[in-house]
């Protein structure tokens, strides 16, 4: 087995239901059926000798949370599981990746595996259901992008690439984009394989997006270059250089919901908000690391950025690797709110129902705030290590988390007001 770890992140207004009609060449027909293969079933034997596994036990007994707030652990992966996703139409499956190079879609209800998604020898370090929930794509460091039919537990469709990095799924269409180490971007149709390159700057590409039109993608590269692209003809839109935008790598990226804005964020504690239409810096935040009684002898790294689900709520969060989370007012240009967890923030996820942003930790909690105050109402515990991943379901009653715990965890919250009074609840009987 491979140790690998994934790679480390160290305007006018659109009409909403402008959907993509991409060229009839690049359309998927959802009828096809015809490259349905047999999926095999297993989990690979783990052994380890008697010295190994005491100090593992050791270790885990003093990094254990002091409750576990989680309704269901998910226990098959046999090494950190990197990456998971949750199926946004019934919300029944989910979908983990792991270092143990396995992928596993699997019952949200029971825990149950559903079915293996076997063929993988590296860390699977990307994994997401379509938008209609009948397909799973999963890949690994190796460059194996596989796409599993949901109603057969059957491969539908795979390819090899260079250094992949990370994927998405097109917002309506069986599309598929993906990034490597190299910069190159690929975009298939599946299942015929048709592949359009989305030629890269000879620099990586940690992240991407497809824009809510579902007509163009951004993608953001390590020597700080963010570029928009056309989907229909490969070509691009708008390039926002290093001089007016990130003069590093840039390592996340979130799009606003009326289709208008791009927020990113990455090294040297850079935000910057960009215009889809024109390809113009609107804004840039610095994120301070440093607070009162220290100073700071290397810059912030944004890890994650999102904004606001509400497009009436002009706000956008950001969270370093140090630990901060900051609230910007872009539309007055204002810090409203810094908040310090005491541990590295690696993902974001704002509930679109509430004014709630769930914040992994790299101690093994999701803390809950609340983004028009800025408190931290409550904290989600069990994971006893790193959480690498957590996604949301779409009527926002629960989230999943990845963790180098080697599980994966679901948290039943059906309302921040019942996460927050669940713990709440714990808490006061504990003491």
Same mark, same amino acid.
């Given at each position: 087995?491979?140790?690998?770890?994934?790679?480390?992140?160290?305007?006018?207004?659109?009409? $909403?239901?402008?959907?993509?009609?991409?060229?009839?060449?690049?359309i998927?027909?959802e009828? $096809?059926?015809?490259?349905?293969?047999?999926? !095999?079933?297993?989990?690979?034997?783990?052994?380890?000798?008697?010295?190994?596994?005491q100090?593992?036990?050791?270790?885990?007994?003093?990094n254990?949370?002091?409750?576990d707030?989680?309704?269901?652990?998910?226990?098959k992966?046999? !090494?950190?599981?990197?990456?998971?996703?949750?199926?946004q139409k019934?919300?029944?499956?989910?979908v983990?990746?792991?270092?143990?190079?396995k992928?596993?879609?699997?019952?949200?209800?029971?825990?149950?595996? $559903?079915f293996?998604?076997t063929?993988?020898n590296?860390?699977?370090i990307?994994? $997401?259901f379509n938008?209609?929930g009948? #397909?799973?794509?999963?890949?690994d460091?190796?460059g194996?992008?596989?796409?599993w039919k949901?109603?057969?537990?059957?491969?539908?469709?795979?390819?090899?690439?260079?250094?992949?990095?990370?994927?998405?799924?097109?917002?309506?269409?069986?599309?598929l984009?993906?990034?490597?180490?190299?910069?190159?971007?690929?975009l298939?149709?599946?299942?015929?394989?048709?592949?359009?390159?989305?030629?890269? +700057?000879?620099?990586?590409?940690d992240? !991407?997006?497809?824009?809510?039109?579902g007509?163009?993608?951004?993608?953001?590269?390590?020597?700080?270059?963010i570029k928009?692209?056309?989907?229909?003809?490969?070509?691009?839109l708008?390039?926002?250089?290093?001089?007016?935008?990130?003069?590093?790598?840039?390592?996340?990226?979130?799009i606003?919901?009326? %289709?208008?804005l791009?927020?990113t964020?990455?090294?040297?504690?850079?935000?910057? #908000?960009?215009?889809t239409?024109?390809?113009?810096?609107?804004?840039?935040?610095?994120?301070?690391?440093?607070?009162?009684n220290?100073?700071?002898?290397?810059?912030?790294?944004?890890?994650?950025?999102?904004?606001?689900?509400?497009?009436?709520?002009?706000?956008?969060v950001?969270?370093?690797?140090?630990?901060?989370i900051?609230?910007?007012?872009?539309s007055? #240009?204002a810090?409203?709110?810094?908040?310090s967890?005491?541990h590295?923030?690696?993902? *974001?996820?704002w509930d679109p *129902?509430s004014t709630?942003?769930?914040?992994?930790? #790299?101690d093994?909690?999701?803390q809950?705030? %609340?983004?028009r105050?800025?408190?931290?109402?409550?904290?989600l515990?069990?994971?006893?290590?790193?959480? *690498?991943?957590i996604?949301?379901s779409?009527?926002?009653?629960?989230?999943?988390?990845a963790?180098?715990?080697?599980?994966?965890?679901?948290?039943?919250? +059906?309302?921040?007001?019942?996460?927050?009074s669940k713990?709440?609840?714990?808490?006061?009987?504990?003491?």
């Amino acid at each position: 087995m491979k140790q690998d770890t994934p790679p480390a992140s160290p305007g006018q207004q659109e009409e $909403e239901d402008d959907v993509v009609e991409l060229d009839e060449e690049f359309i998927v027909d959802e009828d $096809e059926d015809d490259y349905e293969n047999d999926n !095999g079933f297993g989990i690979s034997d783990i052994s380890m000798d008697d010295e190994d596994g005491q100090d593992e036990m050791s270790e885990a007994a003093s990094n254990a949370p002091k409750r576990d707030d989680s309704e269901l652990v998910f226990s098959k992966h046999t !090494g950190s599981v990197f990456c998971c996703h949750l199926e946004q139409k019934m919300g029944c499956l989910a979908v983990t990746g792991g270092e143990d190079e396995k992928a596993y879609v699997w019952k949200t209800r029971t825990g149950e595996v $559903e079915f293996e998604c076997t063929g993988h020898n590296d860390s699977v370090i990307g994994v $997401e259901f379509n938008h209609d929930g009948s #397909l799973v794509a999963t890949g690994d460091m190796g460059g194996l992008i596989q796409v599993w039919k949901i109603s057969s537990k059957s491969l539908l469709w795979s390819e090899n690439i260079s250094e992949f990095v990370w994927l998405k799924w097109h917002k309506s269409a069986n599309v598929l984009l993906a990034g490597t180490q190299a910069g190159e971007v690929y975009l298939w149709k599946v299942p015929t394989g048709e592949c359009k390159v989305l030629a890269g +700057n000879k620099a990586n590409t940690d992240c !991407g997006a497809f824009l809510h039109d579902g007509k163009r993608a951004v993608i953001c590269y390590a020597n700080g270059i963010i570029k928009i692209y056309d989907l229909k003809t490969s070509q691009v839109l708008h390039t926002i250089g290093s001089l007016e935008g990130h003069s590093g790598t840039v390592s996340c990226i979130d799009i606003h919901p009326d %289709n208008n804005l791009i927020v990113t964020g990455g090294e040297f504690g850079q935000i910057v #908000l960009t215009k889809t239409q024109t390809g113009k810096v609107a804004s840039k935040f610095e994120c301070d690391d440093t607070s009162s009684n220290e100073s700071s002898n290397h810059p912030a790294w944004v890890e994650a950025v999102c904004f606001s689900k509400d497009a009436n709520f002009p706000l956008v969060v950001a969270a370093t690797l140090s630990g901060n989370i900051f609230i910007w007012d872009y539309s007055k #240009l204002a810090l409203r709110h810094k908040i310090s967890v005491g541990h590295g923030i690696s993902r *974001l996820l704002w509930d679109p *129902l509430s004014t709630t942003v769930y914040a992994a930790d #790299l101690d093994g909690a999701i803390q809950i705030l %609340n983004a028009r105050t800025g408190e931290v109402q409550a904290a989600l515990l069990g994971h006893s290590q790193n959480i *690498l991943d957590i996604c949301l379901s779409s009527d926002s009653s629960m989230i999943i988390s990845a963790s180098d715990d080697k599980t994966a965890r679901l948290f039943a919250i +059906n309302a921040p007001e019942r996460a927050a009074s669940k713990v709440g609840i714990q808490d006061s009987m504990e003491n």
